[in-house]
T-cell receptor, first 116, second 116 residues
Framework: QKEVEQDPGPLSVPEGAIVSLNCTYS??????FMWYRQYSRKGPELLMY????GNKEDGRFTAQVDKSSKYISLFIRDSQPSDSATYLC????????????????FGQGTILTVHP | EAQVTQNPRYLITVTGKKLTVTCSQN?????MSWYRQDPGLGLRQIYY???????DKGDVPEGYKVSRKEKRNFPLILESPSPNQTSLYFC???????????????FGPGTRLTVT
């Protein structure tokens, strides 16, 4: 079983739709939860970050973390064609030693297309 | 401009011919990492480096070597490439893991490698 599972999609929605992207994970040591966005032929860029459980909002984007269910979500409101990209969830533990120090564990990525 | 650069961006080579992919960052980051991205598997860490002369294996290190002689550079070496190393490779950097913003990794634009 992978440590982080993400539905690869692809997901196709009309402009203006609300998009929900999700990841589940199995490692209870994860404390940092990120969403990266990757445009075609580009490297991933950090979109949202949440530490531990809770919600965070940034414009049209909302990130949610439910540690009790080991489930994280990214919501995109009023989706735009410019949101078309691959969205990757990523997670990291907090412990200060060992080979996982600083390492991000990524989901497989969800391909999103927003059509006009 | 803060950035991570990689070269070359595209490379087609033959089995067994040694190659090096360069990576350089201008943000004075301590932590650097190499990932490969394959369909359905997401981003997997190959090697990482905590600082100059400090490197360690990630999840998929077989067939790869790295070095960190200078803080800004972290080349990836394939001594004898094989077709199963055909992939999209990303270099990334971040502040040291104890830093409050260490969760944010900056990615290069990617190197698409084909080994025939």
């Amino acid at each position: 079983q992978k440590e982080v599972e993400q539905d690869p999609g692809p997901l196709s929605v009309p402009e203006g739709a609300i998009v929900s992207l999700n990841c589940t994970y199995s490692n209870s040591a994860f404390q940092y939860f990120m969403w990266y966005r990757q445009y075609s032929r580009k490297g991933p860029e950090l979109l949202m970050y949440t530490y531990s459980s809770g919600n965070k909002e940034d414009g049209r984007f909302t990130a949610q973390v439910d540690k009790s269910s080991k489930y994280i979500s990214l919501f995109i409101r009023d989706s735009q064609p410019s949101d078309s990209a691959t969205y990757l969830c990523a997670m990291r533990g907090r412990r200060a030693g060992g080979t996982s120090y600083g390492k991000l564990t990524f989901g497989q990525g969800t391909i999103l297309t927003v059509h006009p | 401009e803060a950035q991570v650069t990689q070269n070359p961006r595209y490379l087609i080579t033959v089995t067994g011919k040694k190659l090096t992919v360069t990576c350089s960052q201008n943000m004075n980051h301590e932590y650097m990492s190499w990932y490969r991205q394959d369909p359905g598997l997401g981003l997997r860490q190959i090697y990482y480096s905590m600082n100059v002369e400090v490197t360690d294996k990630g999840d998929v290190p077989e067939g790869y070597k790295v070095s960190r002689k200078e803080k800004r550079n972290f080349p990836l070496i394939l001594e004898s490439p094989s077709p199963n190393q055909t992939s999209l490779y990303f270099c990334a950097s971040s502040l040291r893991p104890t830093s409050p913003r260490s969760y944010e990794q900056y990615f290069g634009p990617g190197t698409r490698l084909t080994v025939t």
